[in-house]
């Protein structure tokens, strides 16, 4: 099954932009990998699916600051002129048959 | 539009049992595999129950295998999450999604808490 790897933070000045990475372990490079926003109270947001020749579809009303990307066994996620909104923690999810996989998760702050 | 409203969590001791519900609206749900998920304390999610769109197959995370039961009513829209025998380490917040086949939405979550 593949592994998820995430950074376990990472920081950005508001108005800024932020990458958040994904990393495919060996193997499973070509998988498609979900973006999560998940933030205290809250349920956790779809924000985008990414596929290995780098397009993505966005959920229902996710701003056009945040964007996909991939790089071989990388899935990016961008977030372009960073809100205080933003500050979140941001998970991938991936699948193999039935079994859901996520990453570790990326807390995100906002400076 | 899609709901997903998770019921059931609370306070339990050890080895006793809970069943969480999430009832769905807003779209098919007899056409839609479901899943939950969990969060617990300072943790990151993990997958604990996969259910196909018609209940016919069902998967597990090794760490509930044998303990908790998926389930879905297609008839009231509800997906069920029975939890028997449980333990210290099975307090968390736990989540409902649909699949699509990422998770796509999801409920709010209910904290079930297992103390004596």
């Known amino acids: 099954q593949p592994v998820l790897t995430q950074s376990s933070s990472a920081s950005a000045s508001l108005g800024s932009s932020v990458k958040l990475t994904c990393t495919l372990s060996s193997g499973y490079s070509r998988y498609i990998v979900a973006w999560h926003q998940l933030q205290p109270g809250k349920a956790p947001r779809y924000l985008m699916k990414l596929e290995d020749i780098g397009t993505y579809n966005k959920g229902s009303g996710v701003p056009d600051r945040f964007s996909g990307s991939t790089s071989g066994a990388d899935r990016h996620l961008t977030i372009s002129n960073v809100q205080v909104e933003d500050e979140a923690d941001y998970y991938c999810e991936t699948w193999d048959s039935n079994t859901r996989i996520f990453g570790g998760g990326t807390k995100l702050t906002v400076l | 539009q899609v709901q997903l409203v998770e019921s059931g969590g609370g306070v339990v001791q050890p080895g006793r049992s809970l069943r969480l519900s999430c009832a769905a609206s807003g779209f098919t749900f007899s056409r839609y595999g479901m899943h939950w998920v969990r969060q617990a304390p300072g943790k990151g999610l993990e997958a604990v129950a996969f259910?196909?769109?018609?209940?016919?197959?069902?998967e597990y995370a090794e760490s509930v295998k044998g303990r908790f039961t998926i389930s879905r009513d297609n008839s009231k829209n509800t997906l069920y999450l029975q939890m028997n025998s449980l333990r210290d380490e099975d307090t968390a917040v736990y989540y409902c999604?649909?699949?699509?086949?990422?998770?796509?939405?999801w409920g709010q979550g209910t904290l079930v808490t297992v103390s004596s």
């Open positions: 259910i196909w769109y018609d209940g016919t197959n069902r």
């Open positions: 999604a649909r699949v699509n086949p990422h998770s796509d939405y």
